[in-house]
């Protein structure tokens, strides 16, 4: 159900249930965040691509898996939803860098996991977004993710009204990074992959922790952190 692949430097790993648009159940999500952590601690991967088998990316949690997911079944659902949470922050926290090749649908927890990548290449034939209100569900663990993508009137409404938005407007909103045709997503993001494959890994690394701890830190102590790897970098030339 995921599918490991070298080339040189970059680990591609593909989600693969097609049949089922690779939704996420258990199974897959334990193998996809077991995946991401190995590679984050092989020092023969220098960046990760992440993509989907077929004609989508993931169509979210997989809901034919909620029937044992029940309140009558607290341990099973607690399991499960440290699973996700953890899932949906593991690329932000690998020391490599991660870019996500996305093409048709990519929604729910599948969007989370799309934005959850350091850059995202999306197919023309992507659709985003937050369907789950429509089945009784809150997107409780994507909301996060979003709301730090999006400002808040356009977080709330994908969240609110579950529509979808094309490649185009997830580009113009600064959700994804390229566009290219579905077919080319996954040569265009190993190309992403190829570059930062080339750069120093201790200075890439240290360069991806800084940059998403600035960004939760106040002017000052986001400065200080700065100083601290300014120094640090000193080290990293030959």
């Known amino acids: 159900m995921l599918l490991t692949e070298n080339h040189d ?14 939704a996420l159940d258990t199974a897959l999500t334990r193998a996809l ?9 092989d020092p023969s991967v220098r960046a990760v691509v992440l993509t989907g088998a077929g004609r989508g990316f993931c169509a979210g949690a997989d809901l034919n898996e909620f029937s044992s ?29 991660v ?17 959850g990548a350091d850059l995202v290449v999306a197919g023309s034939d992507l659709k ?14 994507v909301m996060t993710g979003l709301v730090r993508h999006l400002g808040r009137k356009l977080a709330f409404e994908l969240v609110s009204t579950g529509r979808l938005l094309t490649a185009a407007e997830a580009s113009a909103y ?18 992403i992959a190829q570059r930062w494959a080339s750069v120093e890994p201790r200075a890439l690394a240290a360069a991806k922790d800084l940059f998403y701890r600035v960004a939760d830190l106040p002017t000052d102590a986001a400065m ?9 970098m000193r080290g990293f030339r030959s």
Request: a neutral charge; zero cysteines.
């Open 69 to 97: 997911l029940t309140p009558d079944q607290p341990e099973a659902v607690l399991e499960r939803a440290a699973l996700t949470a953890r899932l949906q922050t593991r690329m932000q926290q690998l020391p490599v860098p």
């Open 9 to 22: 430097a970059v680990r591609v790993l593909t989600l693969n249930r097609p049949d089922k648009l690779n």
């Open 128 to 141: 985003f977004g937050y369907p789950e209100l429509k089945h009784s569900i809150v997107p409780a663990l």
């Open 224 to 232: 200080r952190a700065g100083q601290d790897v300014n120094a640090l």
């Open 174 to 191: 600064g959700l994804v990074n390229q566009v290219v045709e579905p077919a080319e997503i996954v040569p265009a993001a190993l190309a």
């Open 33 to 41: 965040d077991t995946a991401l952590a190995e590679a984050g601690r």
């Open 99 to 115: 870019v996500s090749a996305v093409r048709g649908a990519a929604v729910g927890g599948g969007a989370g996991l799309a934005i």
